[in-house]
C-alpha cells in the first residue's frame, strides 16, 4: 500500500469536515432552503476578500473568472498592462487578446517579482492605460508580486482598474482588497479555499462596476451585472453548484475559527520553514523576487531532472507535488504548502525530497532539511 499526500499548489487536500458537509443529500438552487446558505457563504467571503464590495460566486475553474474580469469591464481596442512573469501572467495576455483588447506587456524574468517603479513609468507614459492585470501569486515561478505597491501606483491613476489573480494567494497571503485598492480580485476554490475544483470567487468595486455599464464585450454565462442582481437576492444567475457552496460555507467556519491573522500567519510558517529546510540540504530557491507564501519553487542540482524528482516523489513516496512549466520544466520541482497544510506536510515533503534526491545520487545527508524544518515549526 502506498498512502497518497496531495502537496501540489492545486487541487490541495479537502478537510474532512468540508468533504462530510458536501455529503448531506442536495437541495434544489431555487428553493427557499438554500438562500441562507448562499447568503452565508458571500458574507464569508467578504470577510476572506477584506471587502464591502460584493464577491461574486461563479460556477468555474478560476479562470473563468479571469475571462469575467475582462469582457465585462473593457471594450475591444481598450488599452491595458500586463504584468507577464509567468505561465498565468502569460494567461492574462491571452484572454484579454482574445476579447480584443491591446495588451502592452511588462515582461518579468521567470522568478523575478515586478518593479513597482516599471508600472508607474508605463501608467505615466500612456494615460490611455485602462487596467493593470497582475497575479499575486505566480504559481508557475513561486513568486509574489507586491500587491500593496502596485495597488497605490494605480490608485493615483483614477481612471485604471487594478485586476489582480488571486487564486493562489488568496488565504496565504494578506490580501486587504478595500484598502489596498484592488477593483477586480479572482479566487478559486482548489487552492487556500479547501475546495475541490469548480466555484470561482470574484470581487467587484464601485469603480469598476461603473466601468460595467459602459463595456460593450459580448457575453452571456460570465454576465457580472446579472450574477450582481441574482447575488442580491441569495441566487446566482445560472445552476449553482449547491454541494461546492454548501462546502465552502464549512471552509469558511473553519478559517474563522482559526481567524484570519493567524491563518496568514501559519502560510508564512510553513513557507519559511520549507524554504529554509530545502536550503539546508544544498538546494536553491527559483524566485530571486519576494517568494509566495503558497507554493515553493526549488532548483534542481546540476544534472538531476526536475520532472524525475516530481515524479519519483510520486511513484515511490506517493507525494503529489508539481514540476516546472514550459521554461522552467526539467529545472525545478514545486511543493506547495497552501490551504489544509500543517507542520507535518512540510516535514512529509522535505523527508520525501531528500530520500528521492539520495536515490538519484545526490549527496544529502538524510534528515539534514527535516531537522531544520522541526525546529522551525517547534511553536
Request: overall charge positive.
Amino acid at each position: 500500500m502506498l498512502k497518497r499526500y496531495l502537496l501540489a499548489p492545486g487541487p490541495t487536500p479537502v478537510p474532512s469536515e468540508v468533504l462530510l458537509s458536501m455529503a448531506a443529500p442536495i437541495i434544489h438552487h431555487r428553493s427557499p432552503d438554500f438562500l441562507p446558505v448562499l447568503d452565508s457563504a458571500k458574507k464569508g467571503l467578504q470577510w476572506l476578500y477584506q471587502t464591502k464590495n460584493e464577491v461574486l460566486i461563479l460556477s468555474s475553474t478560476g479562470t473563468g473568472g479571469m475571462v469575467g474580469s475582462v469582457n465585462n469591464f473593457f471594450n475591444k481596442g481598450d488599452k491595458v498592462l500586463v504584468i507577464n512573469g509567468g505561465k498565468f501572467g502569460e494567461r492574462w495576455t491571452k484572454i484579454c487578446q482574445a476579447y480584443g483588447l491591446a495588451v502592452e506587456e511588462i515582461i518579468v524574468e521567470w522568478g523575478y517579482s515586478v518593479r513597482p517603479e516599471d508600472v508607474e513609468e508605463k501608467l505615466k507614459k500612456d494615460k490611455g492605460i485602462k487596467g493593470v492585470f497582475v497575479q499575486a501569486s505566480e504559481t508557475s515561478t513561486g513568486v509574489y508580486h507586491d500587491i500593496k505597491n502596485l495597488g497605490s501606483i494605480v490608485k493615483k491613476h483614477g481612471d485604471t482598474l487594478f485586476i489582480v489573480d488571486a487564486i493562489s494567494a488568496l488565504v496565504a497571503h494578506d490580501l486587504k482588497t478595500d484598502e489596498w485598492g484592488i477593483d477586480i480580485m479572482v479566487g478559486g476554490s482548489q487552492k487556500g479555499v479547501m475546495l475541490p475544483p469548480g466555484i470561482a470567487f470574484v470581487s467587484v468595486s464601485e469603480k469598476a462596476w461603473a466601468k460595467a455599464e459602459t463595456s460593450k464585450m459580448p457575453r452571456f454565462y460570465f454576465n457580472f451585472r446579472k450574477e450582481r442582481e441574482n447575488l442580491a437576492k441569495n441566487q446566482t444567475n445560472f445552476t449553482s453548484p449547491v454541494t461546492l457552496i454548501i462546502g465552502l460555507n464549512e471552509s469558511l467556519r473553519m478559517l474563522q475559527a482559526e481567524g484570519l491573522e493567524n491563518v496568514f500567519r501559519r502560510h508564512e510558517m510553513l513557507a519559511d520553514a520549507t524554504r529554509k529546510a530545502v536550503r539546508a540540504i544544498g538546494l536553491e530557491l527559483y524566485p530571486k523576487g519576494s517568494p509566495s507564501n503558497s507554493v515553493t519553487a526549488i532548483m534542481t542540482p546540476p544534472g538531476i531532472d526536475g520532472q524525475a524528482v516530481y515524479k519519483n516523489l510520486r511513484e515511490k513516496y506517493g507525494i503529489t507535488a508539481a514540476g516546472g512549466q514550459d521554461k522552467a520544466k526539467g529545472k525545478i520541482f514545486r511543493i506547495a504548502h497552501l490551504g489544509y497544510s500543517d507542520r507535518f506536510d512540510v516535514i512529509i515533503a522535505i523527508a520525501g525530497i531528500e530520500m528521492v534526491l539520495k536515490g538519484m545520487g545526490y549527496p544529502v545527508k538524510l534528515g539534514t532539511g527535516v531537522a531544520v524544518a522541526q525546529e522551525l515549526l517547534m511553536v
